[in-house]
């Protein structure tokens, strides 16, 4: 008798961990190639140990290209991804088209309300969150302090764009490969044209006045892309027009930038002594700004969502909201430190006593605060965003004006040059788009 309920036993046992391996759900994850992307896939053990039905297989992806695959993919309902690493640009663009999954059923232990509010208001739509922000970000300045006191110099918190560029200049040592600045010179509307759009804002430049005109034909527009060009020219890196922002990190990182104005969360890379030989000489400050009223920063979330095609909606949301907890957050501390987590979402980690004592946590909020993407300009627009413009030709419009902006950068083509293809390709497209009249 106890031999056969023996064998009945190890056969229903059998049994169910054949069920269990057929019942097994694979998620594919669509990510972008950032460093805290590559640490969460790291850590994914953690999640698959706690949902042993559930498999991940990840598609890592550079930016722009990232951008691309996600975007042609949800468009014509190809159903390739199960969850999409998205910003602040898409969800709600995407989320009113119907095409990502809501999430305002997530568990109450996720506490949606410790989310920012003005993370949390950019992936919102009519009440109803349709991603949950992995990081989120605005831009300041890194610096070397070492370099800024060798030049004699020292950093506001708060600096205007003429001491960026005197500092940047004063800095620059070409015969040693030290160059005063690195910016954004790779062509694309996530890379050069974020860069380029925020700091616009600074000079009283706009993409569209307020009847979707486009702006490019303005002094505002000149005097920004001939003040950043010059700038790289005298104390960039030799090659701009190809850095974006991975590029740039290991610029900084091996100690050839003297100042980099880009993402917040680089600054748990720059300061990291396993991966940055400066990491005990970098200072921060907020994004320059001009003098009218407008900082040169950005604001942006690197978010997860459930395009709505996806026939794996309860897997994918346990996901989500796993990797976008609090106890996420804990778990990366215990791991790699508090300077290590990924920023910029929850009220509860800027409370943390512990996470306080990271020197750039205070900056990072500070300048995420700083943020108005429902007035990111001096003059009125009719759109909202700073770095980008919210609407669905944003994307396709800005990313053929980065290759004009990068081509000058290269000295392929005159500013003006630039200036007019932009102005006529925008109009050509909102014309075509409805926007304006022929």
Not at 93 to 115: A, H, K, M, T
Not at 424 to 436: C, H, K, P, S
């Amino acid at each position: 008798m106890k031999t056969r309920l023996g064998t009945l036993t190890g056969a229903v046992a059998a049994t169910c961990l054949l069920a269990t391996a057929a019942a097994a759900e694979t998620l594919t994850i669509a990510t972008v190639n950032n460093g805290d992307m590559i640490r969460m896939q790291g850590l994914t053990d953690e999640f698959t140990a706690q949902n042993p039905d559930i498999e991940l297989e990840w598609v890592t992806l550079e930016e722009n290209i990232l951008r691309q695959r996600v975007t042609t993919d949800i468009a014509t309902k190809g159903g390739q991804y199960d969850v999409m690493t998205i910003g602040t640009y898409e969800v709600p663009i995407w989320g009113r088209q119907g095409w990502l999954v809501g999430l305002n059923d997530l568990p109450e232990s996720y506490d949606v309300d410790d989310l920012l509010p003005a993370i949390r208001g950019g992936l919102t739509v009519d009440g109803e969150l349709y991603a949950a922000p992995f990081y989120g970000e605005s831009s300041m300045v890194m610096y070397r302090t070492d370099l800024m006191a060798q030049a004699g110099l020292e950093m506001p918190d708060a600096p205007s764009w003429d001491f960026i560029a005197q500092a940047a200049r004063a800095m620059t040592d070409t015969d040693n490969e030290v160059y005063g600045i690195c910016l954004r010179g790779k062509a694309g509307w996530g890379e050069n044209v974020a860069f380029i759009t925020a700091t616009a804002n600074s000079f009283g430049a706009r993409w569209f006045d307020e009847n979707w005109n486009p702006q490019f034909d303005g002094e505002a527009w000149s005097n920004t892309l001939n003040f950043y060009i010059d700038l790289m020219n005298d104390a960039g890196p030799p090659g701009a027009s190809s850095n974006g922002f991975n590029e740039n990190l290991a610029l900084f990182q091996t100690g050839k930038c003297g100042m980099w104005i880009d993402a917040t969360v680089a600054a748990s890379f720059v300061t990291n002594p396993n991966d940055s030989t400066v990491h005990d000489r970098v200072g921060f400050a907020l994004a320059p700004d001009n003098g009218l009223g407008r900082r040169g920063n950005w604001l942006w979330a690197w978010s997860l969502a459930i395009p709505a095609g996806s026939e794996k909606i309860e897997s994918a949301k346990k996901f989500i909201a796993w990797a976008t907890s609090k106890e996420y957050l804990a778990l990366v501390a215990s791991k790699e430190g508090w300077a290590n987590v990924p920023p910029g979402t929850r009220t509860s980690l800027y409370e943390n006593p512990e996470y306080a004592k990271v020197p750039f946590a205070k900056m990072t909020l500070d300048s995420i605060n700083a943020a108005d993407p429902t007035s990111p300009t001096v003059d009125p627009v009719p759109y909202v965003g700073i770095q980008f413009v919210a609407i669905p030709e944003f994307q396709g419009i800005a990313t053929a004006v980065g290759q004009q902006f990068s081509a000058a950068l290269a000295g392929s083509m005159a500013v003006d040059e630039a200036l007019a293809n932009a102005q006529a390709l925008t109009v050509r497209e909102m014309t075509r788009a409805g926007y304006i009249d022929n």
